[in-house]
């Protein structure tokens, strides 16, 4: 079992950025893929990237691509969302999840994802 606390969710403007993290609990965290989901008012919760178990795999949203940055410290059980040039659209919920399988093919499906957090909302004014 994992629990996942998403934090630093807050308000910001137009052309800023924000840090995401996410913390879990065990022993376990580097046997996980993890990755960062969004949900916006009135919508589905869409993939926005994942990264392997070591980091040295990551995989994006196109529409986060180049802006968004996913990242992981084993160390910390902690995996981050640094998210620059914000715009309106990117306003949201944000979740991150655990996997201990995925596949390339489905690691953007929401189904493959075992744990989940609590969310964290992002606000993102004009």
């Known amino acids: 079992q994992v629990q996942l606390v998403e934090s630093g969710g807050g308000l910001a403007q137009a052309g800023g950025s924000l840090r995401l993290s996410c913390a879990a609990s065990g022993r376990t965290f580097n046997t996980y893929y993890m990755a960062w989901f969004r949900q916006a008012p009135g919508q589905g919760r869409d993939f926005i990237a994942a990264?392997?178990?070591?980091?040295?795999?990551?995989n994006y949203a196109d529409s986060v691509k180049g802006r968004f940055t996913i990242s992981r410290d084993n160390a910390k059980n902690t995996v981050y969302l640094q998210m620059n040039s914000l715009n309106p659209e990117d306003t949201a919920v944000y979740y991150c999840a655990a996997a201990h399988e995925i596949t390339i093919q489905t690691l953007r499906e929401g189904y493959e994802y075992d744990y989940w957090g609590q969310g964290t909302q992002v606000t993102v004014s004009s």
């Open positions: 990264i392997s178990r070591n980091g040295g795999s990551t």
